[in-house]
């Protein structure tokens, strides 16, 4: 029986586009809808002191701690979707966050975007990166840590190519322990 507390709560984050929030929610859906629920919550603004004007990019880690304190005591997990670029200090940029074995994730549409590369617009090729994205971050919230597969969704994207070289599922072994962690959480 489907356990109605296990709800994933998707929220769009800042300007991010409200159909981006519906589809990553659907996709979530149809891969795990007997062990979970998406639900979409209402759209947050960014929180304040989180953009480096130097870098004119988000620290996502601050973002990510902000999301932690206050996500919704009712949900199991919470992602925020964004279209702004994000940033860990130790890296150029990133395209999401998760607090590892943990709630909260955020995902950052801003470099999945065809035309971020200058090529032409493919919203095919964008939901896909926008649904691989999400399911990896997701999977990091379960505690699973990066995987050798490059076709696995768990595999590490570095660059865009990598993120379109693996596939929108877990492979065997990332799955059974995604939902090992699912069911016992
Ligand atoms: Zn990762
Ligand atoms: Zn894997």
Not at 4 to 33: C, M, R, W, Y
Not at 149 to 167: L, N
Request: net charge positive; aromatic share 12%; with cysteine.
């Amino acid at each position: 029986m489907r356990n109605q507390s296990k709800d994933i709560v998707i929220f769009p984050l800042g300007q991010v586009e409200q159909t981006i929030i519906t589809a990553a929610a659907a996709f979530l859906e149809s891969l795990g809808g007997f062990y979970f629920t998406c639900r979409i919550a209402s759209r947050r603004p960014i929180p304040i002191g989180t953009l480096n004007t130097r870098r004119r990019q988000y620290d996502c880690k601050r973002i990510l701690k902000h999301f932690i304190k206050c996500c919704p005591g009712d949900c199991f997990r919470f992602i925020g979707i964004t279209d702004v670029d994000i940033y860990v200090p130790v890296l150029r940029y990133v395209y999401g966050l998760a607090q590892l074995g943990g709630t909260c994730a955020i995902v950052s549409t801003h470099r999945l975007r065809p035309e971020f590369y200058s090529a032409p617009a493919d919203k095919w090729l964008f939901y896909q990166r926008i649904y691989k994205t999400v399911l990896h971050e997701l999977g990091h919230t379960a505690g699973l840590v990066h995987c050798l597969d490059s076709k696995c969704v768990m595999f590490s994207s570095t660059r865009i190519k990598d993120t379109d070289k693996k596939e929108p599922r877990f492979c065997d072994t990332c799955r059974e322990l995604f939902f090992w962690h699912i069911n016992k959480d």
